[in-house]
Structure formats: C-alpha cells, structure tokens
C-alpha cells in the first residue's frame, strides 16, 4: 500500500522557520501533482500549497504566499515545504497529499487519493 511520510514539524516561535518533508513509498507520483493541506484545532482540513508533476507551477493559499515554498525533488521522490515568517495563526497538523489524476497544482482535496498521516506545527507568540 502506497504511504506518504511526512516529517519536520515541531515547537518554533513566531517569525522563524521549519522545513516540512514527505517522502512517498513509491515513485508513481512522479508524474502528479502533490500538496500540502493543515487542520488547525477546530477547523477542518484546508489547503495550504500544491506543486505539478514538474515542479515548475506551484499554487498557494493567500495566507502564505511569500512566506512559504513548497518544491519537489523527483529523482529525490520527495516534497518540501519551506515555512518562513511563521505566525501564531500558522499552527496546525500539515499534512501532504499525492494526486493520482492530475498534474498540475490543485486545491481540491478531491482530487488527492493519497494522505499522510500529518506532521504537528506549532507557533508559539
């Protein structure tokens, strides 16, 4: 069964930055998109960043652009997001996502067939 990985999250205070990662346990996403969604306490699954299949077109939600960069390293097989300038706000479990139908950016959760189990953020103020 195919697995999604992620790791990096952890305790940072507001303004600094962490590095998230996931890592499939297989090599068909090569050719689809990813992305990374978060669930903040109470709130449901919303999401944050999506790459295509090449790693030249990326998509954000509005409340991180410029602050975060997600990539994708395909001889790697392995997805980054880069969070900078973190906020309070920005704490939540992140989770990545691999598409098995597209390979361009998306935001539709739908559209994800796979899910890691999720990686905790926290920002403290």
């Known amino acids: 069964q195919v697995q999604l990985v992620e790791s990096g999250g952890g305790l940072v205070q507001a303004g600094g930055s962490l590095r998230l990662s996931c890592a499939p346990s297989?090599?068909?996403?090569?050719?689809?998109?990813m992305g990374w969604f978060r669930q903040a306490p109470g709130e449901e699954v919303a999401f944050v960043a999506s790459?295509?299949?090449?790693?030249?077109?990326?998509r954000y939600t509005d409340s991180v652009k410029g602050r975060f960069t997600i990539s994708r390293d395909n001889a790697k097989n392995i997805m980054y997001l880069q969070m900078n300038n973190l906020k309070p706000e920005d704490t939540a479990v992140y989770y990545c996502?691999?598409?098995?139908?597209?390979?361009?950016?998306?935001?539709?959760?739908?559209?994800?067939?796979?899910w890691g189990k999720g990686t905790l953020v926290t920002v403290s103020s």
């Open positions: 297989e090599r068909i996403f090569d050719s689809y998109s």
């Open positions: 996502a691999a598409s098995t139908v597209t390979g361009v950016p998306t935001e539709a959760r739908s559209w994800y067939a796979y």
């Open positions: 790459i295509g299949w090449s790693g030249e077109h990326t």
